[in-house]
T-cell receptor, first 113, second 115 residues
Framework: DGGITQSPKYLFRKEGQNVTLSCEQN?????MYWYRQDPGQGLRLIYY???????QKGDIAEGYSVSREKKESFPLTVTSAQKNPTAFYLC????????????FGQGTRLTVV | AQSVAQPEDQVNVAEGNPLTVKCTYS??????LFWYVQYPNRGLQFLLK??????LVKGSYGFEAEFNKSQTSFHLKKPSALVSDSALYFC?????????????FGKGTRLSVIA
């Protein structure tokens, strides 16, 4: 089945650690996105990539980093510079057509312990 | 910049009654509008979209939405609510010349259907 796979589902991080969230898609989509979800704040865009080896900052990129070495993969690293990383992280992709919806993974819940 | 507003944090409705979840948008030019639903600790599921054409759009699970250009609104509706419709609903807009432009989301509306 085609889709977007995020792993792990739950992740715990100690303060000062970097952690990497995985996002893989087998939909052959060009673009991929990372959103952060906090209660009452909706989804906020962290980074997005429209093509391999290229990516752009979203509204809340500080403290995060990404790479896009392969079309299928768009990992997100939450660095120690992100002061409040506890949140639900969602990865999405789109095929490139203006009238096509975004497809989402099942999310990763990150908790700082 | 494009934006979406969902004026209600919470909507309560009795099972069997009609439901409406409100959304207004702000973009320059033609909007591409979307509704998604989210169940606890899950990703977003696509419900329906407005691209062009008929102002009444039909989607999954009996949901529909009405696009109103003069009021810049795209309200989600269902004639008869089910308890299983209880979830978090997001309205989103895309505007741009590329299909790879990110979606901009509202803050979400929590729908509670009471038996």
């Amino acid at each position: 089945d085609g889709g977007i796979t995020q792993s792990p589902k739950y992740l715990f991080r100690k303060e000062g650690q970097n952690v990497t969230l995985s996002c893989e898609q087998n939909l052959n989509h060009d673009a991929m996105y990372w959103y952060r979800q906090d209660p009452g704040q909706g989804l906020r865009l962290i980074y997005y990539s429209q093509i391999v080896n290229d990516f752009q900052k979203g509204d809340i990129a500080e403290g995060y980093s990404v790479s896009r070495e392969k079309k299928e993969s768009f990992p997100l690293t939450v660095t120690s510079a992100q002061k409040n990383p506890t949140a639900f992280y969602l990865c999405a992709s789109t095929p490139g057509s203006l009238n096509t919806e975004a497809f989402f993974g099942q999310g990763t819940r990150l908790t700082v312990v | 910049a494009q934006s979406v507003a969902q004026p209600e944090d919470q909507v309560n409705v009795a099972e069997g009654n009609p439901l409406t979840v409100k959304c207004t948008y702000s973009v320059s030019g033609n909007p591409y509008l979307f509704w998604y639903v989210q169940y606890p600790n899950r990703g977003l599921q696509f419900l329906l979209k407005y691209i062009t054409g008929d102002n009444l759009v039909k989607g999954s699970y009996g949901f529909e939405a009405e696009f109103n250009k003069s009021q810049t609104s795209f309200h989600l509706k269902k004639p008869s609510a089910l308890v299983s419709d209880s979830a978090l609903y997001f309205c989103a807009v895309r505007h741009g010349s590329s299909g790879n432009t990110p979606l901009v989301f509202g803050k979400g509306t929590r729908l509670s259907v009471i038996a």
